[in-house]
């Protein structure tokens, strides 16, 4: 029997043993599950900034967590190795909430505050990551996710309040753009400002040529994250070849610059990334 997952906008209606398009979650026995629970594929003690997380604890660090799955369809991906990896080809040890969290205890002596849930997209999975921030918190530990904000607020509702900061990709800002990627612009910004009610975010935009560069959207984008709040720092990076998008060549300098002076007539906090 097919059962639909509702954790994010594509609602994928799933037969028994059969996984949705994230390469996560799966129907057994008539209930969706993250197949990808504690399935790490990455692990390290991250600088804060390399979230990129500048107005959070600056000059701490974070142990950065990641498995598999992904719900967009990126073709400028630069985690696509694990973003778009199954469960079969995916290079994994299974770690539970209790022994990650342990890690980051051990770690506080090197500066660590806490957790990172990042590199594939954490949420595909997201009750490995509200498992963890519980126990997390528990110890005082602060918890992080990096995520492309492309999900619901229902299931969301179970892991906002665990959560002290937000990295959220913000990949353009038209439906053109999000439709290329197999996301929902509406979905992601619903997500930010719900993000924004109980922690603290930070947006990025990768600023692709000929894709999502113009003057006119950064505007726009920079003008809805100011609606939410001004103080909400947005970091514009600069795009390279990944993936399937070799055919591109990086974005000016220059141009990251500009599109930031921009931003900064609508935001207090504008960062250029990868300059």
Sequence with gaps: MKITCRTCHHLCSIDEHHIGMCGARSNEGGKIIPI????L????LDPIEKKPLMRFHPGSKILSVGSFGCNLKCQFCQNHEISMASKENANVRYVP?????????DLISRKNIGIAYTYNEPLVG?????DCAKLAREKGLKNVVVTNGC???EP???VMPLIDAFNIDLKGFTNEFYKKIDGDLEVVKDFIAFAAESSHVEVTTLIIPGENDSEEEIESLSKFIASIDVNMPLHISRF???YKMQDKNPT??????RLADIARKNLNYVYEGNC
């Design 240 to 242: 390279f070849q990944c």
């Design 252 to 257: 000016e300098v220059k141009k990251v610059y």
């Design 41 to 44: 594929t990455c692990i390290a």
């Design 151 to 153: 999900f619901l607020r």
């Design 36 to 39: 990808n629970y504690g399935l």
């Design 156 to 158: 969301m509702k179970e």
């Design 97 to 105: 909430p209790e022994d990650i969290v342990m890690a980051a205890v």
């Design 126 to 130: 997201y009750e490995y990551v509200r």
